[in-house]
Structure formats: structure tokens, C-alpha cells
């Protein structure tokens, strides 16, 4: 498509259109011709050659196809149309020659039958011009697109002129006036055409006419009828639809019956100023107070002092759910402990905590044996010095104080009722008994010297080494020491002190203990002997009773020192020995008033018996009532009652371990099965019924709550890699324990609560007597157990006469 | 309120100050028989607000005691909520409103 140059005949500038006449090889010349027939300024001509040699623009000699343009005069032109007039060739063009301003015409060679005559005659000044010289200018221009002209064509001008908005232009027509003309309908004759049958072809016919007017109406119509050659069902039919809705007016009218307030606006009354002053300065207020704020104070005061509605147990129950989830039970090492110089290759024997002052521990170091020589303990012979240690929380390298023994110690307690006594028992069977009232102050003010510097002068009246250097810790020897010839055999392996309200004379029986000084203590030992001893009264501060008195008696008292204890060395005797079949390694009083009862005895073969003895004054033999369990495989490491239950006690040895009520006599309430390893040492959570430690040789601590599971335990934690010798429970806090591995020669202190209290005594209770019930032996076999005692019994009072000393032995009946 | 120097007025504040003092005590109001308060230590729009509600609860109870049995009356009434307690001395001109909040 081609772009064609546009010339304006009012005068107007030439645009400039790309005209590139060269190369269009798809240029259509024939819609060209059709659109430049109405052209008004080129007029195509048809020059012979007579013409030609007239002008001068001969063919292919004056004329070429380069140098097709020629001027010729208007005068000629006019002469030769004077002339030659009808058969000129600007016969056509006459009137535009006439017409012509200028001077000169321009005549153009079509070489190329363009405008479809040889030659064209340009009839305007301006289109002469811009045919003469834009050629130059087109010229140019066409070379520059040559290059850019194969993808467009004369839009690419446009693009690069900056845009002229178009400009209102008259009319040019471009040969549509043709194809407007043959479609228009015009005042032309009407056409018709009419057919006749075929038969009459040919036949004559006659036309007439007829005048409108004479018809009536004046109206004359030929009807349009269906032609039958042409039927086309029309099967299908557009129609238009459309929907409009119905509008209709409709009113009505409602009554209103009668007015009703739909709401409210209301502001509340208030005082004025004067009046409130008037109100508050006037006698009634005055009245009305005096009578009134009694009242008042009553209610806010109870409000104060408790909050009655508080729901006790809702409250309880969300301290349940709340930890519910998994609780936080890890135990964590609060404090580590260690003494290079005393402990060092020893193994830790026992743990107490001093029961009234916060933070101070006491150690007692042994040997370190194999497990199998721990069983002959009795015939090694220990050149070591062995110390009691007193640690405090403040000070973990430097030892308070320490307590000078002869011999290892197996075990120690407190007297609970005077913490400044200690007695302890030895490897070899002894009793020993300290006293560290002159240190009390420095175990108190532990606090305070961290740095452990204890230098302070000890008037103790019984040899006490000299301190040489600051950093030894005060070396307290002991008060007294039993006799070895009336001292067990064995090591002591438990020692407890006894209840303050019972206390046993030489003949066995129980009396009130007036003074409430705890002063008699027992021992056990598993040389099958259980002995009683009694404090050495003038340590003692208060001797109100004359049995008292008696029992000074019997111990040899040399006068001249006035403090008289540690001439009772070697000589203090036990006040009664019980034989035993047993070799006991722990024991356990019961807490009943006025009765000595031992009730759970654990022996080193893994026995618990369950005694249930009374002394009487006048036999020899006691009435017993004994059962034995063997439920452990190996020795019973531990025997402990529940803080919380004063009848529920736990036996933890071998493999497994046994929880035992008093006064059930068929066996253990609750018996664990055997475990992986070997449990070595265990404890009752102090703060929470129903949960205890027990400690593995593996190092294992096995948490059990035996209200949540009781086949495994709750928690387990591994604490260090050697067994675990002793767990020991602090009483002052309740807050932390000491667990003491074998092999370490440190000891750990952990805090124990781990959860908050939960005080479901009641549940836990409920729970033991659920396991009572269960255990139910038939009549036959309580009744064959009885006989069985029996028998023994009487087998053994010929044993009676063995091996008897002062005091009063008690036969106990007991067979394996 | 207006600071009068009156000795009964010396007394009530007094006392006012002593009940106000005590623990927990959230408001203390005195209200006259019609329920317009008198003297206050909330703001306005809260007093106005316990003074129209607790006057009219007071009537109520009052008049529920005094129905049951003739020769009894109200001498005191506590309302317990979740957040804390009202307590209403009635009188036969005043009422005396003191919130507390009891939990320790």
C-alpha cells in the first residue's frame, strides 16, 4: 500500500507525504488511476507525435524517462488549440489551459502509463513547483529510508514529524461518487418486469394507461403475493422481548392509638454545693455515723482477716491440674562438695544434716571396700585416721569442724534433742559420742566466715589437738566411747536415738521420759545383737527420776575430774542387749507412746521381720509376735518411715523394694518387682506423700510416685557414674538432699522439692488401704505361721543361757 | 467537697478518713435518703451511677425484711461479687456504701 502525495488546491502547504514511486513493486496501478481520475490538477493526455514534435518533447528524445518534465508555454498551447482546434490534443484541456495563471505549463512524460496517458499535464503553479523540486527533496529522502523501508512504509515519516493535529480539510473525493451514484436511487423511469406464461410468447399484447385519480382513493396498488418457487420454512426466528414492569400506585393509612414513650433522656439529680455542706454539717449525719460505722468496720475487718468465700477445694484441685503436665523434675546439683585431704580414697559412709542449723552437713568417711568385703568389715584392721567432717553450704572446700574417731564410722545421728550430741557407730561395734556445744557458735557463724578461717580456742577438757596452721578446721575428739568387750561385734550398722516419751530401764520396761531430753539410743548390728544404750547421766542437764539415779549406778564413775564423760571411756555399757537370729542392718522404732515396739527389723541377708514385742517384768521370755519376710535377695540397704504416715515404712534392698504397714502382718503392702540394677539406697520425699528417691549402683536416681505409676518410676536421673551410697534428707529445710556416690570422694547436695507441695494425704491414704486390701491371706496360713513361731520359740530358750551379761536379754522367735 | 471547719463535720471526716484507711478499700459514698450522693471519693458519673442502682436495691431489700416480718429491719447489706464487695450501711436518712476488695 502506497502513500500517494496529496496536493491541496486552496492553497494550502504540500504535505509531505513519502511518495516513493521507485520501488513499489506491489503498487496497484490501477487503484492509482481510479483514485487520480477525479484529481483536479493532473490531467493525463495522450500527445501524438505530431503534437510531440510541435512541443518539442518528443519521445525517448526531448522527453525521457529521467527527464520527464517540460515546460510549455500557455501561449502555445493556445495557439495550437486556435489552430488545430477539434483534433488538438489539448482539446480536452482547453479550459484549464485557459485557465491557467502562470505561464508556463508543465508537461510530464508518463512513462509508465502512471495516470494512464503518456503524458500528464499538471494544472496548478504548486503542483508544477513541488513536481520540479521536491524530486530533489523526495529524492533524498528516499535514499535515507531505503534502508528502513523494508518493514514500513510511509507511516515511518509520520512517527519521526513531530505530531500535527489534522487540519480541517474541504472534501476530496476519491472516486467513491461512482459506486454512490449507481446505488443511489434517483428520479429515473421505474423499471418492471413482467413475465407471461410460456404458451403466449411471442403473442401480441397491449399496453394501456390508466389514471390514478380514476381509482377509487386515487390509490392503485399491484398486492404482493407468496411465490410459490420460493419457500423457505423459516425454522428459526429472532424475536426481541422486552420486560417492563408493572407500576402501580397503592396507599394506605395506619391509626395511631395513642402516644407511647420510646425513650427516655433522664440526667440524675445532684446537690448543690451549699446543700452538700449543709447536709454534712448538720446533726443527723453526725447520728447516722455514730451508729453506722461500727458496722462498717465490723464487716471490712473480716474482710481483711480472710476472704470467706475462697473455694479450698477448687483451689486444690487447679494446683493439681496445673501440674498435671509433665512437671519440671529435674533434680539439679545445687551444691558440690569435696575435701581432698579426709576424704581422699575413701568412700562416704553416712550423711546427716545438722537439724537446726541451715547449711551445715556432717560426714562420716570409710574405707572403701569392695561389696564383698564390706560384709567382713569387722576383721580389717583400719590404720587411717577417720574423721566425722561438718561441711556448711557456705564453705565447700573447708570443713567446719571435725569429729575424731578411733575407728571408721559406720553410721551417726544427732541427738534430736540436743544437736550439739552426736554418737555414732563404729566399724568395729563401738559406740562413740561426741559433744560440740563449745562449737556451736562457730557452726552458726559458718554463714558469715566463707572464708573458712575457724581459729577460735577450744577449752574443751578432753585432749583436743592444737590447730598449726589457720586452714585446719577445729578436730573435736570424742566424749566417750563404748567398751569393745560389751560393744557388738560387728560394725553398727544403724543407730537411732529414742522416741523423748518412752524410755527403757535395766528390766526391759518402757516408762514415760519425764525429762524430755532424749538420752537413750539403740543400736543393731549384724552380729544378731540389738542394744540399748543409755547417755551417761551428768552430760545430761535435767536427772529428775530416781531410775535414773539407779542406772548411774551401774557405771563405774571416777570423781576427780568434774566433767566426768571421758573417764567413761572404754567403760559405757549397753543398758539391755536383745539377741537376735537376725544380722540386723537396720531397724526402725516405732512411734507409739509408752511402748518399746521394734516393728521392722531388715537384716543383712535380705530379711525384714516384723516384730510386735512386749517386755514383761517378770518372765524372762517375752511374748513375741514376729513374722518374717525374706522379700529382698540381698542385704537391705535402707529402712525407711514415711514422713507423712507414721505406720508406713520402705525397706529398699537387692533388687527390688517393699513398702510395709504397721499391724498388717501378712507382708509388704506394695512390692516392687525386680529390677535391672541394684537399688543401693533410698529415701522419702519429705514434701510430698508418696514419692521417694531410691538410689541405683549405677548412679541412677529412681524418682517414684507411686500416685501416678506404680510398676516404674516416674523419673529417673543419672547423678554420677559410681553407685549411690546414701541419700539423705534435710529436716530443717526440707528443701534439699545429699546423695553420695561410692566412688566419688565429693558429695552432692540437691534440692528435692522439685514440684510444689501437693497435699493429697487424703488420696494417698485411700491408695494404701486399697493395697491392704488386696492383700488378703487365707485363715490356714496366718494360722500355719503361728504354729511355725511357735516351734522355734520354744527351740530356742535353751539358747537362753549363752552368752549372757548384765542386763536382761529378750528372746525373740524368729526362724528362716 | 467543701472544707467546712465544723467539729461534727471534724468527726465524720474522721471517720470517713478511718473507714477509708482500711485494707482493700476501694470507694467510700454517703448518700442521702434520696439516693443523691452527699459526700464521695469516686468521680461523679461513677458515684452518680452506685448512688441510683444501690439506693433502690437498698429500698428493695429493706422493704423485702421489713415484709416478712414487720418488727425487723435492715441493718446491713453486703454484696459479694467476683471482683470485689459492696457493703451498705442503711440508715433511716443516709447510707453509707463502701467497696472493698477482699482478696489478700
Known amino acids: 500500500m502506497a502513500v500517494l502525495q496529496r496536493k491541496s488546491l486552496s492553497g494550502g502547504r504540500l504535505l509531505k507525504y513519502t511518495c516513493v514511486f521507485k520501488q513499489h513493486s506491489e503498487f496497484i496501478y490501477h487503484a492509482v488511476l481510479l483514485s487520480f481520475i477525479g484529481h483536479p490538477e493532473i490531467f493525463p493526455l495522450v500527445f501524438t507525435t505530431k503534437t510531440q514534435e510541435i512541443f518539442n518533447c518528443r519521445v525517448l528524445e526531448d522527453v525521457t524517462e529521467e527527464n520527464c518534465f517540460k515546460l510549455i508555454k500557455k501561449e502555445d498551447i493556445i495557439q495550437d488549440l486556435k489552430t488545430r482546434a477539434a483534433i488538438s490534443d489539448f482539446h480536452p484541456v482547453k479550459k484549464v489551459v485557459l485557465e491557467y495563471p502562470g505561464e508556463e505549463l508543465l508537461v510530464v512524460f508518463d512513462a509508465n502509463f502512471q495516470y494512464g496517458q503518456n503524458f500528464y499535464l499538471v494544472a496548478s503553479e504548486e503542483a508544477k513547483e513541488n513536481l520540479l523540486k521536491p524530486p530533489e527533496n523526495t529524492e533524498e529522502k528516499e535514499e535515507e529510508k531505503e534502508e528502513e523501508e523494508e518493514e514500513e512504509n510511509g507511516e515511518a515519516t509520520l512517527e519521526v514529524h513531530p505530531y500535527k493535529p489534522p487540519v480541517h480539510k474541504p472534501w476530496v473525493s476519491l472516486g467513491s461518487e461512482k459506486e454512490v451514484e449507481e446505488e443511489s436511487v434517483k428520479d429515473t423511469a421505474i423499471k418492471y418486469r413482467i413475465s407471461r406464461v410460456r404458451r403466449k410468447f411471442g403473442a401480441p399484447i397491449t399496453f394501456t394507461d390508466k389514471n390514478a385519480s380514476h381509482v377509487k382513493d386515487s390509490y392503485i396498488e399491484c398486492t404482493s403475493y407468496q411465490d410459490k418457487a420460493f419457500s423457505i420454512k423459516m425454522l428459526e426466528k429472532n424475536v426481541g422481548i422486552q420486560m417492563v414492569p408493572k407500576v402501580r400506585e397503592a396507599s394506605t393509612q395506619t391509626k395511631w392509638t395513642y402516644p407511647k414513650n420510646a425513650a427516655t ?124 567432717l561438718f561441711l556448711s553450704f557456705f564453705d565447700p572446700i573447708h570443713p567446719q569442724l571435725m569429729l575424731q574417731c578411733s575407728e571408721d564410722i559406720y553410721c551417726f545421728q544427732f541427738s534430736p534433742s540436743d544437736p550439739n550430741i552426736i554418737v555414732g557407730g563404729c566399724i568395729n561395734g563401738q559406740i562413740v559420742l561426741w559433744d560440740i556445744s563449745q562449737h556451736e557458735e562457730n557452726l552458726q557463724n559458718a554463714k558469715t566466715d566463707a572464708d573458712g578461717v575457724k581459729m577460735s580456742a577450744i577449752d574443751m577438757p578432753s585432749l583436743i589437738e592444737v590447730q598449726e596452721c589457720s586452714t585446719e578446721p577445729p578436730l573435736v575428739r570424742f566424749c566417750t566411747v563404748s567398751s569393745i568387750q560389751y560393744s557388738h561385734r560387728k560394725p553398727v550398722t544403724d543407730i537411732h536415738w529414742l522416741p523423748d516419751y518412752s524410755e527403757a530401764n535395766q528390766t526391759g520396761t518402757t516408762f514415760e521420759n519425764k525429762a524430755g531430753v532424749r538420752v537413750q539410743l539403740v543400736t543393731c548390728s549384724p552380729d544378731c545383737s540389738i542394744l540399748f544404750w543409755d547417755i551417761p547421766a551428768t552430760k545430761l542437764p535435767e536427772q529428775p527420776s530416781s531410775e535414773k539415779v539407779r542406772e548411774e549406778e551401774m557405771f563405774d564413775m571416777p570423781l576427780h575430774v568434774p566433767d566426768t564423760l571421758n573417764q567413761l571411756d572404754l567403760c559405757w555399757k549397753p543398758l539391755i542387749k536383745v539377741l537376735h537370729s537376725l544380722k540386723t542392718s537396720h531397724f526402725n522404732i516405732s512411734h507409739q507412746p509408752l511402748t518399746l515396739e521394734f516393728t521392722f527389723l531388715a537384716s543383712q541377708d535380705g530379711e525384714i521381720v516384723y516384730s510386735d514385742w512386749k517386755m514383761e517384768i517378770e518372765t524372762d521370755l517375752a511374748k513375741t509376735v514376729s513374722q518374717k519376710y525374706t522379700i529382698h535377695t540381698e542385704s537391705v540397704n535402707s529402712l525407711q518411715r514415711s514422713p507423712f504416715f507414721k505406720d508406713i515404712v520402705l525397706s529398699i534392698g537387692g533388687r527390688n523394694f517393699a513398702i510395709w504397714k504397721e499391724g498388717v502382718t501378712t507382708g509388704p503392702i506394695l512390692q516392687s518387682s525386680c529390677s535391672a540394677g541394684r537399688y543401693t539406697a533410698g529415701q522419702w520425699s519429705l514434701t510430698r506423700p508418696g514419692v521417694f528417691f531410691i538410689g541405683r549402683d549405677d548412679g541412677n536416681i529412681d524418682i517414684w510416685d507411686l500416685l501416678k505409676k506404680t510398676y516404674e518410676p516416674s523419673h529417673f536421673q543419672n547423678i554420677s557414674k559410681s553407685m549411690i551410697t546414701f541419700i539423705s534428707p534435710c529436716i530443717a529445710s526440707r528443701m534439699f538432699m545429699v546423695i553420695t556416690p561410692y566412688c566419688a570422694p565429693l558429695f552432692t547436695i540437691w534440692p528435692m522439692t522439685l514440684w510444689h507441695t501437693n497435699l493429697c494425704i487424703i488420696a494417698w491414704y485411700v491408695f494404701f488401704l486399697q493395697c491392704m486390701t488386696t492383700l488378703q491371706k487365707t485363715k490356714e496360713d496366718m494360722e500355719e505361721q503361728e504354729n511355725a513361731d511357735y516351734i522355734v520359740f520354744l527351740d530356742l530358750e535353751m539358747v537362753m543361757d549363752l552368752g549372757l551379761v548384765k542386763g536382761q536379754e529378750i528372746l525373740f522367735s524368729s526362724d528362716a | 467537697m467543701l472544707w467546712c471547719p465544723l467539729s461534727s463535720q471534724a468527726e465524720v471526716e474522721e471517720t470517713l478518713k478511718r473507714i477509708q484507711a482500711h485494707k482493700g478499700v476501694i470507694a467510700t459514698m454517703v448518700i442521702n435518703a434520696e439516693g443523691i450522693p452527699i459526700r464521695t471519693t469516686l468521680d461523679n458519673s461513677t458515684t452518680v451511677h452506685y448512688a441510683g442502682l444501690l439506693h433502690q436495691l437498698t429500698a428493695k431489700a429493706r422493704s423485702t425484711v421489713r415484709d416478712i416480718d414487720p418488727q425487723n429491719d435492715l441493718t446491713f447489706l453486703r454484696i459479694r461479687s467476683k471482683k470485689h464487695e459492696i457493703m451498705i450501711a442503711p440508715d433511716k436518712e443516709y447510707l453509707l456504701i463502701v467497696i472493698q476488695n477482699p482478696c489478700e
Open chain 1, 265 to 388: 433522656q433522664y440526667f440524675p439529680r445532684q446537690l448543690s454545693n451549699e446543700e452538700r455542706e449543709e447536709s454534712l454539717s448538720s446533726e443527723k449525719l453526725k447520728e447516722f455515723f455514730t451508729s453506722v460505722h461500727l458496722r462498717m468496720e465490723i464487716a471490712l475487718q473480716q474482710n481483711e482477716i480472710m476472704n470467706a468465700f475462697f473455694d479450698d477445694w477448687k483451689a486444690l484441685a487447679e494446683d493439681e491440674s496445673s501440674s498435671g503436665g509433665k512437671p519440671d523434675i529435674y533434680l539439679k546439683a545445687y551444691q558440690s562438695f569435696t575435701d581432698l585431704h579426709y576424704l581422699k580414697d575413701r568412700t562416704i559412709s553416712c550423711v546427716c544434716w545438722h537439724p537446726t542449723i541451715y547449711g551445715i552437713i556432717a560426714v562420716s568417711a570409710r574405707q572403701r571396700l569392695f561389696y564383698e568385703e564390706q560384709v567382713n568389715l569387722s576383721d580389717k584392721s583400719l590404720l587411717q585416721q577417720s574423721v566425722i
